[in-house]
């Protein structure tokens, strides 16, 4: 009875829009048997946060929130032992944890995890679903909402689907895009681009066990799952109600504009995806209304509202500002923040129901998607600046202070994205091996820079697990065979523990770090960071220097952030609306909140 009461809120729009994809009512039914059966699995425990969140559907807008990334294994070894470390992340007061994938795997290919096997169990080497429902019980104590992977796309290739698939069991092919020749490959190949040029050429893998070409957008080993069978959104559903019961608060849905398939198009954005990821926001309000949706949509911020939907028919919660990141490195490394401040502008303009999640590093790559128009407006080669700012991260560029590396490169577009940590990114890693202590107070007031401009952003500021802590580039990677092929393996090395304990050290690096860091979390408390606040970039009349005004109510603040090693001043118009001096000097690298 009280299901019901549920689903009627939706029970329309969810019907319609089941029935427009898959004309299927008997796998509607189905879903909708599924619905009901989490929630009445649902904990009385998990139902009270539904109802405290029903009753402040903003909880996650607010400016205490702060999140972080890690992976369990590299940072305590598996799911009970990290939960003997929550007390290092409460000090941090953390509001969000997002918990790299952590479902079952082959072992030892499986793309960080991005390769999952079974979609309801945790992967034995990280623990059990019990340690995984015991964490997010302790967490929750602790006010940290738990966020985990929800890998849409694909799964792979030794999930039992796909094995069945290979056994040549029709149903479960049918759960992917297999083709016994290359007909329709070769179709697709002609519009859809390809993610990975360091692999096979195309989109497709033949299968020998199957003798078929099956669709492998990302890895030969990840499959892609066919969204056009209403089979594969229906389990999928299942299997995400069934994790949000292990009390997951955040799911993060990987890849999501990739999920439906089209011949003649890029297979990228389609409508189709959007009316899925409704169906799902739908689902989640219906049996679990305290969960949010973060959309993982590395594409152009003219792209990214489409998915938040409307505000009378959302979609995801909120997304990753992917097109910030870029712009803050290539700011840092060019001295110029006038593409920065574009961008800034641009998402600033989006409406408010557009929720984002701002970092500087993941366990990604960073992938240098500047706008072109804009940098062409303002005389920059798109082409040469690319490759003057992976030259530069990798520390190849004449006077670069940057250790990293390149990812994916490819030799025909002279493409190529960035590896590395943050203070490696910053210049620790390279003034420590010099032993130059001018060089190392530079590179830690670069990385302050940068955190705190991130912080400054509106919305909801995330970090990756060591930035914290100054980690370096874990390089050891490259002798282990199963690691040094991917690059990204450079910023995923072990939390190092023994840098942790020095951050209580006065003059460590890690304590300046970890200070800085935790000024700008104090910062975070002030009104101006209310999820209403008005935020809008100001004219410097310096490029070196981007300027953030924030307003609410009646208070002001202005953050001038110097992203050069030069002393810098800069104008301020007066209409700010606040008395501020007419000219600011700002040292280098230096941020400052007036
Ligand atoms: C996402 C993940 C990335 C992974 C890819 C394929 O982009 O962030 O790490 O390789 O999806 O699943």
Redesign the pocket.
Known sequence: MEFERCLSRHRDELEWLFMELYQDRAALGRLEAGMQQAWNARSPELKALDAARTADPEWYKRGSMFGMTMYTDLFAGNLKALAQKLPYLKEQRLTYLHLMPLLQMPHPHN??G??VEDFDTVDPALGTNEDLAALTAELRKAGISLCL?V?M??TASTHRWAMAAKAGDKTYQAYYHCYPDRTIPDQYERTVPQVFSNTAPGNFTWCEEMRQWVLTT??AY?WDLNYANPAVFVEMTKSILHLANLGVEVFRI??VPYIWKQLGTSCRNLPQVHTIVRMLRMVLEVVCPAVVLKG?V?MAPKELAAYFGTPEKPECHMLYNVSTMVNLWGALASRDTRLLKAQLDALHALPQNCWFVNYLR???DIGWGLDEAEERRIGIDPQAHKEYLYHFYEGQFPGSWARGELYNYDPATRDARSCGTAASLCGVEQALEKGDSAALALAVRRDLLLHSAKAYEPRIPMRHCGDEIGQLNGWGYKSDPALAEDS?NLHRSRFDWEKAAQRTVPGTVQNALWRGMEQLRALRADECFAPDAWVTTWDSHNPAVLTLVRRHGTKTLAGLFNFTEQKQCVRLDSAIGVHLPETVWLDAYEARIL
């Open positions: 793309d960080g991005y390769a992977d890998v796309n694909h990302f890895h990840q990987d890849a993982e590395v993941c366990h990604d990204r």
